[in-house]
Structure formats: structure tokens, C-alpha cells
């Protein structure tokens, strides 16, 4: 059995070191390069309306086969870049999970719910004549509440240096629970009855985001850590890692592109949106990222406890919106409007927990599982 180089432990290259300044320029800026990605795809949806039609036509399970590549080719790298050791620890590890579980089934449906009415019948219930369209965002607001995120998770915990073990089993256990508690919670908190569960869309989201990237990254790992050696290999993933950067500003342009009609005919109400919106990653980040500090979390588990508490499956949402109200609602405004404005703000969450990785115990010190 080959023995793998340190740096190739989770992370390789200048991606496993704590200091800024190590990432390059263009990861530095990863945050412009995302505004860049969503003007574009909204620029581009609006001089091709015909995307769509396009992007219709080629669903798999509701999620467009460019889409479904694009995730694929952003998820991979991370995959190979991981211990998969990790991956089994972290299913171990109690304190974590169950955390992760209570914030994003118990805490997150709720604050969504409380801060979309909070937003669209207090305060910019005055603005809005049509009381009709009000419910409708708020509706869009909670579909996304009850929605944790996958895919991009993986990106989020990858940039923060994050515990992957965590991060790739929390995912899979979040896909699963969605089956179960999606329902039940749809019927809780929105206005409607009869929410149809959309295991299709799940089962394919977790084959696509779980699934096949764990694979390929599994066999990548073992294939060329025995045939080339961990300093190859280290070399490899440090430039495969652009490949998975590159695929996330990808995926940001197909995934705007085709709602760029809704965004640009109703800018009032996604700066309405966005507002709420903002309030609520925020708020739901500060109390993971609060309560995981006060459990005695090490950093690596801390962060990725709190990005998928404040993160959001916008595509299941968007989906469900459209499905339960419409294409023109409200509610799939807000949906989509959830998928614009969360990308920049947990890239700037991923800073602020870079910044503040020594408020948090060494793995080695930090309290049992």
C-alpha cells in the first residue's frame, strides 16, 4: 500500500494551507468571478430566451443534463482530494450530525417561516398591494427553508478547509431525510395541502451529487496513489482543483440563465427578496456557527455544521414553486431569487470562517464526539 503524502491527506497545495494570500488570484477573487457568472447567465438567458425550451428538453429526473455535467465536473475534484477514511470517521462522529440535523429539520423551516412573515406582511407589507402575492413569496422563501443544500455544500466546506467527512456525510443523510420530512413540513408551513414529494428529484440529485462523483473520486485516488505516487498525485489534484472552481462559475451561468426572464421583469421584488433572504443565511449561520463553538466543535466540523445550516437546495425549491404556483408566482421568484443571492453571501461566510478558524479548538483538542 502506498503511503500518501501529507499534503494529500484532504487537501492538497496551497488549498490545505490557512494563509489567504496562498490561493492565487483567482480564487481570491472568487467572489467577483461569481458576480461576473451570475451577469452573465442573466445577460445570456435574456438575449437566448430559447435556453429553456433547450435546457426542458434534456431533463433527467427535472434537472437539466447540462446542469447535471457542469455539478458532476464541480463536485469530482473535491472527491479525489478526499480521505475517504474521514468520510467513515465523521459517521461516527454523534455531536456533529445530530447538530447539523436539529439546525437544519428543527431551526432553519421555522426562522425561514418567521422571517418571511416578518418581511412580507410586516414590513414590506404596506408595498405590496396584492396580499395574494405576498403569501406567494413567502411561500417561495419557506420551500427554500425546507430545503437543505447538497451540492453546493461541498464547495463551501472545500474552501474552508472543512472536515469532507462531515461535509459528504451530512449530505447524503440531509438527501435522505428531504424524502421523509420535505412533506410533512411543506404542509406544516405553507398555505397549501397535498405537497407531493419529489423523490425523483432527490434520489437523481444524490446520484449526481453524491454518488458518482464519491466513485470516481474514490477510484481516481486509488488508482493513481498506487500507479504514481503521492507526489504526483499531489500535483495532479492541485491543478484539478481549478477544474472544480471553474465548474461552480459554470454551473452558476446554466443554472441563471434560464430564470433570467423572472429576475429581470421583477427587480423590485428580488431587492425585496434579497433583503429577507440575507437576513436569514445570516442569522441561521450565527446560531450554527454560535452553537457549534459552545459544543467545543473543532473548526473543521464547526464550519461545515454552520454553511448547511444556512445553505439551500434552490433547485428542489425552484422545482417546487413552479410545480405548487407557477413559472410567473411569486413563489418561484423567490426561489430563484434564493439561488442568486446565496452563492455570494457564503462565499463571504467561507472568509469569515477562514478569519476566525482560531476562535475553535485543534481536532486534537476539541471535546469528544
Given at each position: 500500500?502506498?503511503?500518501e503524502?501529507?499534503?494529500?491527506?484532504?487537501?492538497?497545495?496551497?488549498?490545505e494551507?490557512?494563509?489567504?494570500?496562498?490561493?492565487?488570484?483567482?480564487?481570491?477573487?472568487?467572489?467577483?468571478?461569481?458576480?461576473?457568472?451570475?451577469?452573465?447567465?442573466?445577460?445570456?438567458?435574456?438575449?437566448?430566451?430559447?435556453?429553456?425550451?433547450?435546457?426542458?428538453a434534456?431533463?433527467i429526473?427535472?434537472?437539466?443534463v447540462?446542469?447535471?455535467?457542469v455539478?458532476?465536473?464541480?463536485?469530482?475534484?473535491?472527491?479525489?482530494?478526499?480521505?475517504?477514511?474521514?468520510?467513515?470517521?465523521?459517521?461516527?462522529?454523534?455531536?456533529?450530525?445530530?447538530?447539523?440535523?436539529?439546525?437544519?429539520?428543527?431551526?432553519?423551516?421555522?426562522?425561514?417561516?418567521?422571517?418571511?412573515?416578518?418581511f412580507?406582511?410586516?414590513?414590506?407589507?404596506?408595498?405590496?398591494?396584492?396580499?395574494?402575492?405576498?403569501?406567494?413569496?413567502?411561500?417561495?422563501?419557506?420551500?427554500?427553508g425546507?430545503?437543505p443544500?447538497?451540492?453546493?455544500?461541498?464547495?463551501?466546506?472545500?474552501?474552508?478547509?472543512?472536515?469532507?467527512?462531515?461535509?459528504v456525510?451530512?449530505v447524503?443523510?440531509?438527501?435522505?431525510?428531504?424524502?421523509?420530512?420535505?412533506?410533512?413540513?411543506a404542509?406544516?408551513?405553507?398555505?397549501?395541502a397535498?405537497?407531493?414529494?419529489?423523490?425523483?428529484?432527490?434520489?437523481?440529485?444524490?446520484?449526481?451529487?453524491?454518488?458518482?462523483?464519491?466513485?470516481?473520486?474514490?477510484?481516481?485516488?486509488r488508482?493513481?496513489?498506487?500507479?504514481k505516487?503521492?507526489?504526483?498525485?499531489?500535483?495532479?489534484?492541485?491543478k484539478?482543483?481549478?477544474?472544480?472552481?471553474?465548474?461552480?462559475l459554470?454551473?452558476?451561468?446554466?443554472?441563471v440563465?434560464?430564470?433570467?426572464?423572472?429576475?429581470?421583469?421583477?427587480?423590485?421584488?428580488v431587492?425585496?427578496v434579497?433583503?429577507?433572504?440575507?437576513?436569514?443565511?445570516?442569522?441561521?449561520?450565527?446560531?450554527?456557527?454560535?452553537?457549534?463553538m459552545?459544543?467545543?466543535?473543532?473548526y473543521?466540523?464547526?464550519?461545515?455544521t454552520?454553511?448547511?445550516?444556512?445553505s439551500?437546495?434552490?433547485?428542489?425549491?425552484?422545482?417546487?414553486?413552479?410545480?405548487?404556483?407557477?413559472?410567473?408566482?411569486?413563489a418561484?421568484?423567490?426561489?430563484?431569487?434564493?439561488?442568486?443571492?446565496?452563492?455570494?453571501?457564503?462565499?463571504?461566510?467561507?472568509?469569515?470562517?477562514?478569519?476566525?478558524?482560531?476562535w475553535?479548538?485543534g481536532?486534537?483538542?476539541?471535546?469528544g464526539?
Amino acid at each position: 500500500m502506498t503511503k500518501e503524502h501529507p499534503r494529500n491527506l484532504e487537501n492538497t497545495g496551497a488549498h490545505e494551507r490557512g494563509d489567504e494570500d496562498a490561493l492565487g488570484f483567482f480564487e481570491k477573487y472568487l467572489t467577483l468571478w461569481v458576480a461576473l457568472s451570475i451577469g452573465g447567465g442573466l445577460v445570456l438567458g435574456h438575449l437566448f430566451p430559447g435556453l429553456t425550451d433547450i435546457f426542458e428538453a434534456t431533463e433527467i429526473a427535472g434537472y437539466p443534463v447540462p446542469v447535471a455535467i457542469v455539478l458532476f465536473l464541480m463536485i469530482y475534484p473535491i472527491m479525489g482530494q478526499t480521505d475517504f477514511g474521514k468520510i467513515l470517521r465523521a459517521g461516527r462522529a454523534i455531536k456533529p450530525i445530530t447538530t447539523t440535523l436539529v439546525l437544519n429539520w428543527l431551526v432553519k423551516p421555522f426562522t425561514m417561516a418567521f422571517v418571511a412573515w416578518l418581511f412580507f406582511r410586516i414590513i414590506w407589507g404596506p408595498f405590496l398591494d396584492d396580499p395574494d402575492l405576498s403569501g406567494q413569496l413567502m411561500a417561495g422563501m419557506i420551500l427554500l427553508g425546507i430545503a437543505p443544500c447538497t451540492a453546493m455544500v461541498l464547495v463551501w466546506g472545500y474552501l474552508s478547509r472543512s472536515n469532507m467527512g462531515h461535509v459528504v456525510v451530512m449530505v447524503a443523510i440531509n438527501s435522505l431525510s428531504m424524502v421523509v420530512l420535505y412533506g410533512p413540513l411543506a404542509v406544516l408551513l405553507l398555505p397549501v395541502a397535498d405537497v407531493p414529494v419529489p423523490v425523483a428529484r432527490v434520489a437523481f440529485g444524490v446520484l449526481a451529487y453524491v454518488g458518482l462523483p464519491l466513485a470516481a473520486g474514490y477510484l481516481t485516488r486509488r488508482i493513481l496513489l498506487s500507479r504514481k505516487g503521492a507526489e504526483w498525485f499531489g500535483d495532479f489534484t492541485e491543478k484539478l482543483h481549478y477544474v472544480s472552481v471553474t465548474a461552480l462559475l459554470v454551473t452558476i451561468v446554466v443554472i441563471v440563465a434560464p430564470q433570467s426572464g423572472i429576475v429581470i421583469g421583477n427587480p423590485l421584488l428580488v431587492l425585496f427578496v434579497l433583503l429577507a433572504l440575507t437576513l436569514q443565511i445570516l442569522m441561521i449561520f450565527g446560531i450554527g456557527y454560535g452553537v457549534s463553538m459552545k459544543l467545543g466543535m473543532a473548526y473543521e466540523d464547526a464550519a461545515p455544521t454552520a454553511q448547511i445550516a444556512a445553505s439551500n437546495h434552490f433547485e428542489v425549491a425552484i422545482a417546487m414553486a413552479i410545480t405548487l404556483f407557477g413559472i410567473d408566482s411569486g413563489a418561484t421568484l423567490a426561489a430563484v431569487t434564493g439561488m442568486l443571492i446565496e452563492v455570494p453571501i457564503m462565499l463571504i461566510l467561507v472568509r469569515i470562517c477562514m478569519k476566525t478558524r482560531h476562535w475553535f479548538p485543534g481536532k486534537g483538542e476539541a471535546g469528544g464526539c
